[in-house]
């Protein structure tokens, strides 16, 4: 089985820089993968994470820890338009993919 | 580009109606998904399908069936439709070690 944990909701300043944790607990890792859904949108994907450490991808960084259980997405420079739901999720028993409940992200001027 | 298609994007049902929903992909995909979305509870995962006719219980499979007749076609199925599935369904396909990619969703209401 499987449990992953998010925090519900986060609020930043435009301009600013925000952390979204993700901890998790899984018989058998096999990376993990972060979306952004906007409302009334589908998830698109947004990094995978297999090693330790931060992987960076112009605004956005995810860094992973296996030993901890335990990710975080960084998101610097916001900008209004990242105000969305962050969604964390592992795979499991290979490749059934289970998803954290989301963190929406507000995002103010 | 990977498509992933889902047959309606808004469908209205009765109660005790059987309904199907309809997901294509075509990108040959090993790995094909169910999902609900529900507000303040996140994706859950109904049911997962790793190949042809294979299919395996996600978290919510109770009320729901699948079938996967065709590597590129997954379908979920309704048997007898009631209110508490009033929700937002979103299929998904990925190949090992790779992204998950979502079709747009069907928004279902069951009046």
């Known amino acids: 089985g499987q449990n992953i944990d998010q925090p519900t909701e986060m609020t930043a300043t435009e301009g600013a820089i925000v952390q979204i944790n993700c901890t998790y607990q899984?018989?058998?890792?096999?990376?993990l993968f972060w979306y952004q859904q906007h409302a009334g949108e589908a998830p698109t994907f947004l990094s995978y994470n297999v090693l330790d450490g931060l992987e960076e991808k112009g605004r956005f960084s995810s860094f992973l820890s296996r030993s901890k259980g335990y990710s975080y997405l960084l998101l610097k420079e916001l900008q209004m338009k990242d105000s969305a739901s962050y969604l964390c999720a592992v795979p499991h028993a290979g490749n059934m993919l289970t998803f954290g409940g989301g963190t929406r992200l507000m995002v103010k001027p | 580009d990977v498509k992933v298609t889902q047959s309606s994007r808004y469908l209205v049902k009765r109660t005790g109606e059987k309904v199907f929903l309809e997901c294509v992909q075509d990108?040959?995909?090993?790995?094909m998904f169910w999902y609900r979305q529900d507000p303040g509870l996140g994706l859950r995962l109904i049911y997962f399908s790793y190949d042809v006719k294979m299919k395996e219980k996600g978290d919510i499979p109770e009320g729901y069936s699948v079938s996967r007749e065709k590597k590129e076609r997954f379908s979920l199925i309704l048997e007898s439709a009631s209110t508490n599935q009033t929700s937002m369904y979103l299929c998904a396909s990925k190949e090992s070690g790779t992204e998950a990619f979502f079709g747009q969703g069907t928004r279902l209401t069951v009046v």
């Open positions: 899984t018989s058998g890792f096999n990376g």
């Open positions: 990108m040959d995909h090993e790995n």
